[in-house]
C-alpha cells in the first residue's frame, strides 16, 4: 500500500512539473519579471547590490522589496538566460506542491494531501505564474513554510519551528512587496 501511496504522489509532482515547464518560454520578458532578473544579474554580475527592488506600480510605493531580486539572484550565479530562471521558479512551485502534500499528509490524512497537492498541480494561475519571474510568485513557498512551522512551533513544542514560523512569515511579507 505505501508503494501505491507514494506512486500517486510521484505522478502529481510529474503532472506539476510538466505543466510549470511547458509553457516557460510563453511570456515575454518585459516589465517586472524584466527589472528583477536585470537587478539578479547585477548583482551576480557586478556585485551591484540593491536596496530597493524593482519600481512599485502603483504609487503607495517607491519600490518593491528586494527580497526577490537577492532570490532570483541564486539561479543567476548559473546563467542569465531567462529561461533558467523561470525553470528556478517553476522549481519553486514544484517543491511547494511537495510540501503542502507532507503538511497535508502529516496534519490532516492521505486523501486530504492528495487532493490538495492535485488542486495544487493543476490550478490554473498556480502554474501559470510559475513561469513568470514575479514578486508575489515566491510567496506560496514561505506561506507553507509559515504553516508548517506553526504547527511543528506551537502545536508540537518545538523551538526550531517558533523561530522559522516567524522568518517565513517575513519573507512571504517581503515576497508581496510590502
Known sequence: MRKKRDGIIILILWLAMILRVYGLGLWVTWGDELNIINAAVAITQRGDWTWLGNEASFGALA????FSVYVTALPTLISPHPLLI????????????A??????RRYVGWTAAVIAASLLAV?????????YVWNPN????FILIWLLTAAEG???GRTWGQYIHWIAVTAQGYCNGN
Open 123 to 131: 490550478m490554473p494561475l498556480p502554474v501559470d505564474w510559475s513561469r
Open 86 to 97: 523561470r525553470s528556478f521558479y517553476a522549481l519553486l512551485g514544484l517543491v511547494t506542491g
Open 154 to 156: 506551537y502545536f508540537r
Open 99 to 104: 510540501l503542502m502534500y507532507g503538511m497535508m
Open 138 to 141: 515566491l510567496a506560496p513557498i
Open 63 to 66: 519600490a518593491h522589496s528586494p
